[in-house]
C-alpha cells in the first residue's frame, strides 16, 4: 500500500488555526520552523510556550519514548506478553495531553499512555498493568497497555477499536448535564474512522453538540493496512465536516503545533460547548505492537524517511538555543529514568499474581450463588497451586 509522502508534512498553513474546509487544500498547521529553507526557531506569528512548558514537553516525550523501548525489550525476553508503543508518536501523545485540565476525561486508544503518566499515574501503576500483577489496580484482568485510572481521569481503553469514541461523547454529555466545563477526549487511530462505531459517535456529538474532543492519531497505518487503502478521503479532517463539525489538522510530529492547535481546539469547545475533530498526521515508525513485522507490508525506506521528522530530534534544537537542554543534561535524564523503570520492574516482577478469588469480585454487590459455588471449585482445585509455591 502507498502511503502520505512525507514531504506533506512541511506544507506551511501561513492563515493560522482554522477549521479544514471540504475540498480545501489539505495544509497542516505547524509551529517549528523546520522545514527545506526554513531558519530554525519558530515561524513567523507563532508563539513560543514558556521554558517551563518547553521543559514539560520535551521530558514527557523523553519518557515515553524510554518507557517504550524498555517494555518492547521485556515482551522480547518473555516477562511482559504484548506492548504497543508509540514511537514516533510521542508529540501527537503529548502536545494534546498537555493541553487539556486535570479535571478533563481522557478515553484513549492503544498509544496515548503517555497522557496518563503526564497527568500522574505513578510509573509503578503503569508498570504493575504490565505484569497484571497483584498490585495492578485492573487485577490482571486486561492486557496490557489498557492502563486507567480515576484518579487522573483516564479511561481504560477497550480493545475493539473506536467503541471507545461514544463514551468520550457520552462523558462530555455528563458534564453538560452537571453543569460544570469539563470536556472528554476520545483518541482514535486512522483506521478507527472506518469502523461504524466512529460514525456514530461522529453523528450524536455533533447532533447533541456534546463538548468532546475527537482526536485522530493518523499514523498512516492500521496494522498492514495503509491509509490508503483505508480511505477515499484525502483527509481525516475532512470527516469532521460532512457531520456538520470543526475538522482541524496538524503537523503530529510537532509537538509545539499539536499543543497550541489542541489548546485553541479546547478552548473553543468550552466556549462553545461544541464538539471538534483533530486529525494529527504522523508515522507509525515503528510496529503495530509486538505481535507485528511491518517489514513484510511495507516499504521502510519511507520510514526511514518519517524518522528524520523525529518529534523529539525536531523540538531540541530550540530547547538547547534557550540553554534548557544539552548532552548533559539528555544524559542525566535518561539514566533517571532507566534506574526508576529498573526498580519499578524487579519490584513488579516479584510481586504475587491477583488472587484466584479476585475473578469473583467487582461484577455483582452481592456475589450470586452459582458463581459462589464456581469459586469454592476453582479454590479446591487450585489448593494445590498454593501448596507447591511454599
Ligand atoms: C472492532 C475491531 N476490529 C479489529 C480489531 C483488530 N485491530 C486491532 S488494532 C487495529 C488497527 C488499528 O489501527 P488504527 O485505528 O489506525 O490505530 P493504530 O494502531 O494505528 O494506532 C485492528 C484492525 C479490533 N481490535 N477491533
Ligand atoms: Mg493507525
Same mark, same amino acid.
Given at each position: 500500500m502507498s502511503s502520505v509522502s512525507p514531504a506533506e508534512s512541511s506544507s506551511v498553513d501561513s492563515a493560522g488555526i482554522h477549521p479544514v474546509v471540504a475540498g480545501a487544500a489539505p495544509g497542516l498547521y505547524r509551529v %517549528? /520552523? #523546520? *522545514?527545506? *529553507?526554513e531558519t530554525g526557531g519558530? %515561524?513567523?506569528?507563532r508563539e513560543v510556550p514558556s521554558d517551563e512548558t518547553l521543559l514539560r514537553l520535551y521530558r514527557a516525550m523523553a519518557l515515553v519514548r524510554a518507557v517504550d523501548e524498555r517494555m518492547i525489550t521485556l515482551q522480547r525476553q518473555g516477562r511482559i506478553s504484548f506492548y504497543g508503543a508509540a514511537t514516533g508518536q510521542e508529540a501527537a501523545v503529548i502536545g494534546s495531553g498537555l493541553a487539556l485540565e486535570a479535571t478533563d476525561w481522557v478515553v484513549p486508544a492503544l498509544r496515548e499512555g503517555g497522557i496518563a503518566l503526564l497527568r500522574g499515574l505513578s510509573l509503578s501503576d503503569y508498570v504493575n498493568q504490565l505484569f497484571g500483577? *497483584?498490585? #495492578?489496580i485492573e487485577k490482571g484482568r486486561q492486557m496490557p497497555c489498557h492502563y486507567g485510572h480515576r484518579d487522573v481521569r483516564y479511561v481504560t481503553l477497550s480493545s475493539c477499536i473506536a467503541n471507545q469514541l461514544f463514551h468520550a461523547v457520552g462523558i462530555s454529555l455528563a458534564a453538560r448535564l452537571r453543569g460544570d466545563d469539563t470536556i472528554a477526549v476520545g483518541y482514535m487511530g #486512522? *483506521? /478507527?474512522?472506518?469502523?461504524g462505531d466512529f460514525h456514530v459517535a461522529m453523528e450524536f456529538a455533533a447532533r447533541l453538540r456534546a463538548p468532546v474532543l475527537l482526536f485522530c492519531q493518523n499514523n498512516q497505518w492500521a496494522i498492514s493496512t495503509g491509509v490508503r487503502g483505508q480511505t477515499l478521503a484525502a483527509t481525516m479532517a475532512q470527516k469532521a465536516h460532512g457531520y456538520g463539525m470543526d475538522g482541524y489538522r496538524v503537523d503530529g510530529n510537532d509537538v509545539l503545533a499539536v499543543h497550541a492547535l489542541t489548546s485553541h481546539v479546547v478552548a473553543e469547545i468550552r466556549r462553545t460547548g461544541r464538539p471538534a475533530f483533530v486529525e494529527a498526521l504522523t508515522y507509525r515508525v515503528g510496529a503495530h505492537s509486538t505481535s507485528d513485522d511491518p517489514s513484510r507490508y511495507r516499504d521502510e525506506s519511507i520510514t526511514e524517511r518519517w524518522k528524520e521528522r523525529d518529534p523529539l530530534r525536531r523540538l531540541r534544537p530550540l530547547l538547547e538555543a534557550r540553554g534548557l537542554w544539552d548532552d548533559a543534561r539528555d544524559a542525566a535524564f535518561i539514566s533517571d529514568v532507566a534506574e526508576r523503570l529498573k526498580a519499578e520492574v524487579q519490584r513488579a516482577e516479584a510481586d504475587a499474581p491477583p488472587s484466584i478469588d479476585s475473578l469473583f469480585d467487582d461484577v455483582y454487590a452481592a456475589v450470586p450463588p452459582h458463581l459462589v459455588a464456581q469459586r469454592e471449585a476453582l479454590r479446591g482445585s487450585t489448593a494445590h497451586l498454593k501448596a507447591s509455591s511454599h
Amino acid at each position: 500500500m502507498s502511503s502520505v509522502s512525507p514531504a506533506e508534512s512541511s506544507s506551511v498553513d501561513s492563515a493560522g488555526i482554522h477549521p479544514v474546509v471540504a475540498g480545501a487544500a489539505p495544509g497542516l498547521y505547524r509551529v %517549528l /520552523a #523546520d *522545514g527545506p *529553507g526554513e531558519t530554525g526557531g519558530v %515561524l513567523a506569528g507563532r508563539e513560543v510556550p514558556s521554558d517551563e512548558t518547553l521543559l514539560r514537553l520535551y521530558r514527557a516525550m523523553a519518557l515515553v519514548r524510554a518507557v517504550d523501548e524498555r517494555m518492547i525489550t521485556l515482551q522480547r525476553q518473555g516477562r511482559i506478553s504484548f506492548y504497543g508503543a508509540a514511537t514516533g508518536q510521542e508529540a501527537a501523545v503529548i502536545g494534546s495531553g498537555l493541553a487539556l485540565e486535570a479535571t478533563d476525561w481522557v478515553v484513549p486508544a492503544l498509544r496515548e499512555g503517555g497522557i496518563a503518566l503526564l497527568r500522574g499515574l505513578s510509573l509503578s501503576d503503569y508498570v504493575n498493568q504490565l505484569f497484571g500483577n *497483584g498490585s #495492578d489496580i485492573e487485577k490482571g484482568r486486561q492486557m496490557p497497555c489498557h492502563y486507567g485510572h480515576r484518579d487522573v481521569r483516564y479511561v481504560t481503553l477497550s480493545s475493539c477499536i473506536a467503541n471507545q469514541l461514544f463514551h468520550a461523547v457520552g462523558i462530555s454529555l455528563a458534564a453538560r448535564l452537571r453543569g460544570d466545563d469539563t470536556i472528554a477526549v476520545g483518541y482514535m487511530g #486512522d *483506521g /478507527a474512522t472506518s469502523e461504524g462505531d466512529f460514525h456514530v459517535a461522529m453523528e450524536f456529538a455533533a447532533r447533541l453538540r456534546a463538548p468532546v474532543l475527537l482526536f485522530c492519531q493518523n499514523n498512516q497505518w492500521a496494522i498492514s493496512t495503509g491509509v490508503r487503502g483505508q480511505t477515499l478521503a484525502a483527509t481525516m479532517a475532512q470527516k469532521a465536516h460532512g457531520y456538520g463539525m470543526d475538522g482541524y489538522r496538524v503537523d503530529g510530529n510537532d509537538v509545539l503545533a499539536v499543543h497550541a492547535l489542541t489548546s485553541h481546539v479546547v478552548a473553543e469547545i468550552r466556549r462553545t460547548g461544541r464538539p471538534a475533530f483533530v486529525e494529527a498526521l504522523t508515522y507509525r515508525v515503528g510496529a503495530h505492537s509486538t505481535s507485528d513485522d511491518p517489514s513484510r507490508y511495507r516499504d521502510e525506506s519511507i520510514t526511514e524517511r518519517w524518522k528524520e521528522r523525529d518529534p523529539l530530534r525536531r523540538l531540541r534544537p530550540l530547547l538547547e538555543a534557550r540553554g534548557l537542554w544539552d548532552d548533559a543534561r539528555d544524559a542525566a535524564f535518561i539514566s533517571d529514568v532507566a534506574e526508576r523503570l529498573k526498580a519499578e520492574v524487579q519490584r513488579a516482577e516479584a510481586d504475587a499474581p491477583p488472587s484466584i478469588d479476585s475473578l469473583f469480585d467487582d461484577v455483582y454487590a452481592a456475589v450470586p450463588p452459582h458463581l459462589v459455588a464456581q469459586r469454592e471449585a476453582l479454590r479446591g482445585s487450585t489448593a494445590h497451586l498454593k501448596a507447591s509455591s511454599h
